[in-house]
């Protein structure tokens, strides 16, 4: 059982950068490729960006590609989500989500676990 507490979110204007952090329980979080998803009201929750275990590997969604960077501290149980030139259609509530023994996948019902998310506003 892995339980996933997401932070760091927030309001901030257009062009503005946040930094938010999964931290994950558990002694086997290097076991589990990580990933962030997002969902805006009324929209489908959709794949930002994952890590593999190592951290060797990493995939983006072409709309965050350039601007977002995850990043992973296995020996901090945690795995980050650096957003610069944050843009008013980046609002969404982000998600923390782990998959077992995995590399990392756009698609979310291959996780295992998720966190309850914390909230981005982004002001124009």
């Known amino acids: 059982q892995v339980q996933l507490v997401e932070s760091g979110g927030g309001l901030v204007q257009a062009g503005g950068s946040l930094r938010l952090s999964c931290a994950a329980s558990?002694?086997?979080?290097?076991?589990?490729?990580m990933a962030w998803f997002r969902q805006a009201p009324g929209k489908e929750r959709e794949f930002v960006a994952a890590?593999?275990?190592?951290?060797?590997?990493?995939y983006y969604a072409d709309s965050v590609k350039g601007r977002f960077t995850i990043s992973r501290d296995n020996a901090k149980n945690t795995v980050y989500l650096r957003m610069n030139s944050l843009k008013p259609e980046d609002t969404a509530v982000y998600y923390c989500?782990?998959?077992?023994?995995?590399?990392?996948?756009?698609?979310?019902?291959?996780?295992?676990?998720w966190g309850q998310g914390t909230q981005v506003t982004v002001s124009s």
């Open positions: 558990g002694r086997t979080f290097s076991s589990y490729a």
């Open positions: 890590i593999n275990w190592t951290g060797g590997r990493t």
């Open positions: 989500t782990a998959q077992l023994y995995g590399g990392g996948s756009a698609n979310p019902r291959s996780y295992d676990y």
